[in-house]
């Protein structure tokens, strides 16, 4: 009775929210797209079950239960590297070869050309893009491989048998190497299927819907911490804190004024109009690539550490193979400290290579426009320059404390498991990812004259 009364109270006391997810839902076409993209990710979480073949289940449990690494890593993958599925990579692969297309179109002419060609020119980038993703996938499934199975010991490495390039072993090894390459590309054409017949942002709602599945059991392992009743409430206030700063911080933006000159023919003659708009300069125009660009850097030498060290060896080399493996430990606090830093240094590189390649000023001289009091051309490139950097500080650390405020929760609450719960990288993937998608289904509604989710 109490369900029928709500549902029979006027919309206008409804929640905002909740109407907006009815009017969404009253749609058709925009019913068809929400429920598109639930039924892709169910199929995307059943694809994260798929064991390649070759795989000891309990051998690869321990092997995660002894390495902190691993579940780190496996955060990211949604469960699917624990799983050892064929979905293991991710799309992570495609991300990472989009990142290098990205600084390639800025550095080579030719590439720089072909994006300034349109939609034939995002076509062949796109296209180059997924080419490249093959053996970036193929070179990261492999490094995977020899860490589970050499980096652990013998006892953890044997969760994974005869992986190698010769002999016996090579024919499993291209099974399961290609079996990583498959699933990492039908990842990506699911989510272009979300792009396209979903609510957009196919990839990222993948990565989202990864991460999301791995918390239930990232929860239940800290409430099953004993003792620590007020250590997880103060995580819980600080996950709801960095959660804000994330939503700040990603919607700050200066606002640039811009006047556009047109001349319009009426009546015969040449009448000249102005209008203004202004140019958004985000705070946080980095978004989560710095985090990734850092991580990824600083997981290469322990991983590679991992190989060299020899428990029954006191060699000069096994000795340094242990030092970096210890120093860029996730546990220690060098690790973190080169964290901040680099993610700084990566913001604002990104930062500019994004900006060099908008040609804002040349764009801007070509249509009409210019800021108001500074000249057309070099001038407002170098205004707009200063002032992109300016901010960029204010994101730069930003995303630097964010890097690090894992490391700083499990110090001040005690926590070991605060480094999971409160990953930097996972909350702005799905902070970000959360306001995407409202926007688009805002926009969607807005276009129907319906009150969208975001007020």
Same mark, same amino acid.
């Given at each position: 009775?109490?369900?029928?009364?709500?549902?029979?109270?006027?919309?206008?006391?409804?929640?905002?929210?909740?109407?907006?997810?009815?009017?969404?839902?009253?749609? $058709?076409? @925009?019913? /068809?797209?929400? *429920? %598109?993209?639930?039924?892709? &990710?169910?199929?995307?979480?059943? #694809? =994260?079950?798929?064991?390649?073949?070759?795989?000891?289940?309990?051998?690869?449990?321990?092997?995660?239960?002894?390495? $902190?690494? @691993?579940? /780190?890593?496996? *955060? %990211?993958?949604?469960?699917? &590297?624990?799983?050892?599925?064929? #979905? =293991?990579?991710?799309?992570?692969?495609?991300?990472?070869?989009?990142?290098?297309?990205?600084?390639?179109?800025?550095?080579?002419?030719?590439?720089?050309?072909?994006?300034?060609?349109?939609?034939?020119?995002?076509?062949?980038?796109?296209?180059?893009?997924?080419?490249?993703?093959?053996?970036?996938?193929?070179?990261?499934?492999?490094?995977?491989?020899?860490?589970?199975?050499?980096?652990?010991?013998?006892?953890?490495?044997?969760?994974?048998?005869?992986?190698?390039?010769?002999?016996?072993?090579?024919?499993?090894?291209?099974?399961?190497?290609?079996?990583?390459?498959?699933?990492?590309?039908?990842?990506?054409?699911?989510?272009?299927?979300?792009?396209?017949?979903?609510?957009?942002?196919?990839?990222?709602?993948?990565?989202?819907?990864?991460?999301?599945?791995?918390?239930?059991?990232?929860?239940?392992?800290?409430?099953?911490?004993?003792?620590?009743?007020?250590?997880?409430?103060?995580?819980?206030?600080?996950?709801?804190?960095?959660?804000?700063?994330?939503?700040?911080?990603?919607?700050?933006?200066?606002?640039?004024?811009?006047?556009?000159?047109?001349?319009?023919?009426?009546?015969?003659?040449?009448?000249?109009?102005?209008?203004?708009?202004?140019?958004?300069?985000?705070?946080?125009?980095?978004?989560?690539?710095?985090?990734?660009?850092?991580?990824?850097?600083?997981?290469?030498?322990?991983?590679?550490?991992?190989?060299?060290?020899?428990?029954?060896?006191?060699?000069?080399?096994?000795?340094?193979?242990?030092?970096?493996?210890?120093?860029?430990?996730?546990?220690?606090?060098?690790?973190?400290?080169?964290?901040?830093?680099?993610?700084?240094?990566?913001?604002?590189?990104?930062?500019?290579?994004?900006?060099?390649?908008?040609?804002?000023?040349?764009?801007?001289?070509?249509?009409?426009?210019?800021?108001?009091?500074?000249?057309?051309?070099?001038?407002?490139?170098?205004?707009?320059?200063?002032?992109?950097?300016?901010?960029?500080?204010?994101?730069?650390?930003?995303?630097?404390?964010?890097?690090?405020?894992?490391?700083?929760?499990?110090?001040?609450?005690?926590?070991?498991?605060?480094?999971?719960?409160?990953?930097?990288?996972?909350?702005?993937?799905?902070?970000?990812?959360?306001?995407?998608?409202?926007?688009?289904?805002?926009?969607?509604?807005?276009?129907?004259?319906?009150?969208?989710?975001?007020?």
């Amino acid at each position: 009775m109490v369900r029928e009364a709500y549902a029979q109270r006027p919309e206008s006391t409804r929640p905002a929210l909740l109407q907006a997810v009815i009017d969404a839902m009253r749609i $058709p076409d @925009l019913r /068809f797209r929400i *429920l %598109f993209t639930l039924a892709m &990710l169910v199929i995307f979480r059943f #694809a =994260a079950h798929v064991p390649v073949p070759g795989v000891d289940r309990d051998a690869l449990a321990a092997a995660f239960d002894a390495n $902190p690494l @691993l579940g /780190f890593l496996d *955060l %990211f993958s949604g469960g699917a &590297l624990r799983n050892l599925s064929v #979905a =293991a990579l991710g799309v992570y692969p495609y991300i990472t070869a989009s990142i290098i297309m990205q600084i390639l179109t800025a550095v080579i002419p030719a590439l720089k050309e072909l994006s300034r060609e349109g939609e034939f020119g995002r076509q062949k980038i796109n296209q180059y893009t997924h080419w490249l993703t093959v053996p970036i996938a193929l070179f990261q499934g492999y490094g995977q491989l020899t860490f589970l199975q050499g980096g652990l010991g013998s006892a953890q490495g044997g969760a994974i048998q005869g992986i190698g390039l010769g002999g016996d072993t090579l024919l499993p090894t291209i099974a399961i190497m290609f079996s990583f390459v498959a699933g990492t590309m039908f990842l990506v054409w699911l989510g272009e299927l979300i792009t396209e017949k979903g609510i957009g942002n196919g990839l990222s709602i993948i990565i989202f819907g990864g991460i999301v599945a791995t918390l239930p059991q990232i929860l239940g392992q800290g409430l099953l911490v004993r003792d620590q009743f007020f250590g997880l409430i103060l995580l819980g206030v600080i996950g709801l804190a960095i959660v804000y700063l994330i939503v700040f911080f990603n919607e700050a933006q200066r606002r640039v004024p811009v006047q556009y000159g047109r001349s319009v023919f009426r009546g015969g003659r040449m009448y000249r109009q102005a209008g203004a708009t202004h140019i958004p300069l985000r705070v946080n125009s980095a978004g989560m690539i710095p985090l990734i660009f850092a991580f990824s850097i600083l997981i290469l030498p322990p991983t590679v550490a991992q190989y060299f060290i020899d428990p029954g060896s006191t060699s000069l080399f096994t000795r340094i193979a242990s030092a970096i493996a210890t120093t860029l430990s996730p546990t220690a606090v060098t690790y973190w400290v080169l964290v901040f830093l680099l993610v700084v240094v990566f913001a604002f590189f990104y930062t500019l290579v994004v900006f060099n390649q908008q040609n804002l000023a040349e764009n801007l001289q070509k249509n009409g426009g210019f800021v108001p009091g500074i000249r057309p051309g070099r001038p407002t490139h170098e205004y707009l320059f200063n002032v992109l950097l300016r901010i960029t500080w204010g994101g730069a650390l930003f995303l630097g404390f964010v890097a690090v405020i894992p490391y700083l929760a499990g110090q001040v609450t005690n926590l070991q498991a605060a480094t999971s719960i409160l990953s930097s990288t996972s909350l702005l993937i799905m902070v970000g990812v959360a306001l995407d998608t409202l926007r688009q289904l805002e926009a969607q509604l807005l276009m129907r004259n319906y009150e969208g989710f975001l007020r």
